[in-house]
């Protein structure tokens, strides 16, 4: 699993018009190549008399799913633009069609490549861009008598308090990065001089909003 990884806020779409001609970027998460065509075919289905349904995809913890389709656009003008916008925001698991609806006026090559490449990042701009951080929940209990010193240092502290619960000893429930459980140990037996019982829990992935990302040169 990636310690971390950006990606695709949410499913969404977002249009521009260029030289009348518009352009529709639909974005969605996907975990397999299955998923990505299945999303495709989805779109394409919804606007089937648009005049093209351009499409691309990266999947994989490496990248080693990647695709660009220029639906009847000028080999290379469409698909791999809009591929490329997707790897040079870092992004992965990540599908995105963009629909053009021709307005009367030819846009070339290098117009086309720029109008597609636009869209993308123009859509990822509009629904955003996450970061998956991989997080272990940490379970610690200890006696009633820290609940108020734990509590209050592990708001303060760096790590992600999740929940507390009250049954026989207090137990806190804490999200820790990954490459830092044994970190947050040391400091709690610490806090409490050795007070304390931790254990592992699950792996979950969290996720903030990435503000003004900006592309993988």
């Known amino acids: 699993m990636l310690h971390s990884y950006f990606t695709v806020k949410e499913a969404g779409e977002h249009e521009i018009v260029i030289e009348k001609s518009r352009f529709i970027c639909h974005l969605s998460r996907v975990s397999t190549e299955q998923e990505a065509q299945e999303f495709i075919q989805k779109i394409k289905k919804q606007h089937w008399n648009a005049t093209h349904n351009c499409s ?21 003008t469409a698909g791999v633009p809009m591929l490329e916008v997707l790897k040079k925001r870092g992004l992965k698991d990540t599908c995105v069609v963009v629909t053009r609806y021709f307005g009367g006026i030819k846009l070339g090559a290098g117009g086309l490549i720029r109008a597609y490449g636009k869209s993308v990042s123009e859509g990822l701009n509009h629904i955003g861009v996450v970061e998956r951080k991989l997080m272990r929940v940490m379970h610690t209990s200890a006696d009633y008598t820290w609940l108020g010193k734990i ?16 049954a026989e000893n207090v137990e806190f429930d804490v999200y820790v990065d990954e ?8 400091w709690i037996l610490n806090l409490t001089n050795g007070s304390c019982y931790t254990k592992l829990g699950i792996l979950k992935y969290l996720e903030n909003q990435v503000k003004n990302q900006k592309e993988n040169k």
């Open 179 to 186: 490459k830092r459980t044994s970190e947050y140990s040391q």
């Open 56 to 76: 691309a995809y990266v999947i994989g913890e490496n990248d080693h799913i990647q695709k660009a389709n220029d639906d009847g656009e000028p080999s290379g």
């Open 151 to 166: 509590e209050n240092e592990l708001r303060e502290s760096q790590f992600l308090l999740k929940e507390i619960h009250y």
